[in-house]
């Protein structure tokens, strides 16, 4: 095992994959340090760009920035590198997330390498997907590539599908019901009104999808009351396929798996031919969270739900670029 020096183009080459990942409301919340002559990239989370109202506990945050050690981990790989990530390196500083050790080619994971072609075409698809319904053995590999890295993907049973499914209906109100949250999401909702934040942040109208046609859509409407011009509407699948991501246990180092888990997911459900989206929405009320599980599965506690099948891909969503989330020390 060699440590390798890390060029400044071989690492902002890096954290342009690393920030492909998604994140609540595509809000970004991540910093890079490259320390270039030890071969170590530090990953900070950044608390102005929390969600005080949606993700009091930063849990959302954690999982954006998971998300995104896990694409830097793939984009290492892709470069014949080996990454060797240490979480929560820094007992005094909460925000230090993670260390990723890069070494030498000698010990590169290709297995991980062959998800880079994905960082590119994963994009959250808020468009009806057809009732075509999903092989077992493409769902099993999805389970398995949760499991390495120690999360669990579970895939609900219809019964439990629509508990969670009115839960996401009962979090629309909730949060109707709530000005802050509102308020919250329209900062990091971008219609080309005046006032509005950068354009390399937050999610685009082009991103919001149709409105839903004849029911509850399974997808957070980012265009609700706002008037969208030029946006349709349309009948979303009648029973989503869905898959809960979790953990045992609620802290800030299951949520950085948990992150990773997530985006490991995405990118081979992207490989497989799927098209995906997040919910959180009921996972963000405290009422609603606990009930999303099931109480026979040996998740503690849910993290993410998966919206998964057949349909348009998303748009991809801008991001910040590499000189903005990336120093070197």
Not at 88 to 107: F, M, Q, T
Not at 235 to 258: H, M, N
Request: proline share 9%; with cysteine.
């Amino acid at each position: 095992m060699s440590t390798t020096a890390l060029p400044r183009p071989l690492v902002t080459s890096l954290i342009e994959d690393a920030v492909t990942a998604p994140s609540m409301h595509n809000a970004q919340p991540w910093r890079f340090v490259a320390r270039t002559g030890t071969g170590v990239i530090e990953l900070h989370g950044d608390p102005l760009r929390g969600m005080p109202h949606e993700d009091p506990d930063h849990r959302a945050l954690h999982i954006g920035c998971g998300a995104a050690l896990f694409s830097l981990r793939v984009a290492a790989a892709h470069q014949a590198l080996h990454p060797v990530a240490r979480l929560l390196p820094s007992p005094d500083d909460p925000w230090h997330l993670a260390d990723l050790r890069l070494d030498g080619p000698e010990d590169a994971d290709s297995e991980l390498g062959m998800l880079h072609a994905a960082l590119s075409r994963r994009h959250t698809s808020r468009f009806p997907f057809t009732e075509e319904r999903i092989p077992s053995e493409v769902v099993d590999g999805l389970r398995a590539a949760a499991l390495l890295e120690g999360c669990r993907l579970v895939v609900p049973g219809a019964w439990h599908t629509d508990t969670v499914m009115s839960l996401v209906h009962a979090s629309e109100l909730f949060e109707a019901a709530n000005e802050a949250v509102r308020a919250e999401i329209a900062a990091w909702t971008r219609t080309d009104a005046p006032g509005e934040g950068p354009a390399t942040e937050g999610i685009p109208a082009y991103a919001f999808g149709p409105r839903q046609y004849d029911m509850t859509s399974p997808v957070r409407d980012f265009g609700a009351p706002r008037q969208v011009s030029g946006r349709a509407s349309a009948r979303f699948e009648k029973r989503p396929q869905i898959a809960l991501l979790g953990t045992v246990e609620d802290t800030p180092e299951e949520w950085l798996k948990a992150g990773q888990a997530m985006q490991r997911v995405l990118l081979q459900a992207t490989l497989d031919g799927l098209a995906t989206s997040l919910t959180s929405q009921p996972l963000e009320w405290p009422e609603l969270r606990f009930d999303a599980r099931d109480p026979g599965s040996t998740i503690g506690f849910v993290h993410m739900v998966i919206r998964l099948g057949y349909g348009p891909q998303g748009q991809a969503t801008p991001r910040r670029p590499a000189s903005e989330v990336l120093t070197f020390d």
